[in-house]
């Protein structure tokens, strides 16, 4: 794919998903990606469901595919002499080193950031670690959960006096690799400036800690400690999913102009003088009574006929889509969010779009597929003059 990032080689030295997703949305932006993986068995989630089975009985990996489609992948053992020598010969090539192991890892290699600035003083060295390279946890190993448990994002995920509760997607590793893709594109842009390289150390758990929103500044001007609120929003009222005549529709009045038309739609426009609901603070402080009185009225009609009605009077609301209806949102196809991945085995493999959409550039409805263990070996070798 052609991009922003088109004619810059970025070697992938990951696995699993915070380092790849990082890699992968480089390859987005135009990036050619040199996947780096151990032999034999490769990224750990080559062997993780869900599964895809070609018509030839080949069964591959859904979750691989999804976060390294269009990269290229050479198997290397970087404790073999032959092996370094290929490493370094991409490195000698590269603008950009990602890599994902917990910290001390690339030291003990010899391919830490301290052996290789010198070296490869162009290198852009990005480290997306559980905990980061300083501190007292940085050689602690870490996934998803522990991120998510230890940056306060599960203390405030579920319903009140529920079990902890997981985010549904992996937001440990998502928002790390986010930050990770900021950070690259920043170092990238520094570098046109002085030169030179330089390293971006992001930390799964310090991401989980940008994203808490105002659960910070809501413990900091109150000294509580925030708690799990199900769907509602802490500051904001009308802010939940509500229940409807046949399900559930989010709705989101963030102003008293958007409560009273919210209000007027209900028929119930004397909510608007109602001492407990005229003020923002006055609903967040009754937030139980109004969302009783909401619910009371929306039960009585289907989530449809309300939606209708809200949205024509432009108030923040929609359904509650599972994967499947989201698949088929007209808005999420109009945006191809959903792009088709042309393996050669699979077929069309449908998935996860690139949200990012650049005027300047094209954002095709296919992508190349994700790579075989090794593929292109052959190929990176003779251009490396190692063949």
């Given at each position: ?26 390859a ?48 290397l ?15 000698a ?5 990602i ?50 448990a ?18 549904g ?113 006055a ?97 990176i ?7």
């Amino acid at each position: 794919m052609k991009g922003p990032f088109s004619g810059i080689l970025v070697v992938d030295l990951t696995r699993v998903l915070a380092g790849p997703y990082c890699a992968l949305l480089l390859a987005e932006l135009g990036a050619r990606v040199i996947k780096v993986e151990p032999p034999v068995k490769g990224d750990d989630s080559r062997h993780y469901g869900p599964y895809l089975t070609a018509k030839s009985g080949a069964v591959k990996s859904g979750y691989f595919a999804s976060v390294n489609r269009g990269k290229e992948s050479i198997a290397l053992d970087l404790k073999s002499d032959a092996d370094r020598k290929v490493f370094e010969a991409l490195l000698a090539r590269a603008d950009v080193l990602i890599e994902n192991y917990r910290g001390g890892t690339m030291e003990k290699l010899g391919y830490g950031y301290d052996a290789l600035k010198d070296r490869y003083p162009k290198l852009i060295y990005a480290a997306v670690s559980g905990f980061g390279h300083t501190g007292p946890y940085a050689k602690r190993p870490a996934y998803d959960m522990i991120a998510q448990a230890m940056g306060g994002v599960m203390s405030l995920t579920g319903h009140p006096g529920g079990e902890p509760t997981r985010v549904g997607t992996s937001t440990g590793d998502i928002t790390a690799a986010l930050f990770a893709t900021i950070g690259v594109a920043s170092a990238l842009y520094d570098r046109q400036r002085s030169g030179r390289g330089q390293k971006v150390d992001v930390a799964m758990l310090d991401s989980q800690v940008a994203v808490l929103e105002n659960a910070i500044s809501r413990h900091v001007a109150t000294g509580e400690i925030p708690g799990k609120l199900g769907s509602r929003h802490p500051s904001i009222a009308p802010f939940a999913t509500f229940a409807t005549g046949d399900g559930h529709i989010a709705l989101a009045a963030g102003n008293d102009a958007l409560f009273v038309k919210t209000a007027e739609v209900l028929g119930r426009a004397e909510w608007k003088d109602d001492p407990r609901f005229d003020t923002n603070l006055a609903r967040v402080r009754h937030v139980d009574a109004l969302t009783a009185e909401i619910e009371a009225v929306l039960k009585t009609r289907s989530s449809r006929e309300w939606l209708d009605a809200l949205q024509a009077a432009g108030i923040p609301s929609g359904p509650l889509n599972d994967v499947a209806q989201v698949m088929a949102d007209p808005q999420v196809l109009a945006r191809n969010m959903i792009v088709e991945s042309l393996d050669p085995e699979l077929g069309a493999v449908r998935m996860q779009g690139n949200p990012i959409k650049l005027s300047a550039h094209d954002d095709p409805k296919t992508r190349p597929a994700a790579p075989e263990l090794d593929a292109d070996r052959a190929a990176i070798l003779r251009e490396l003059g190692l063949a």
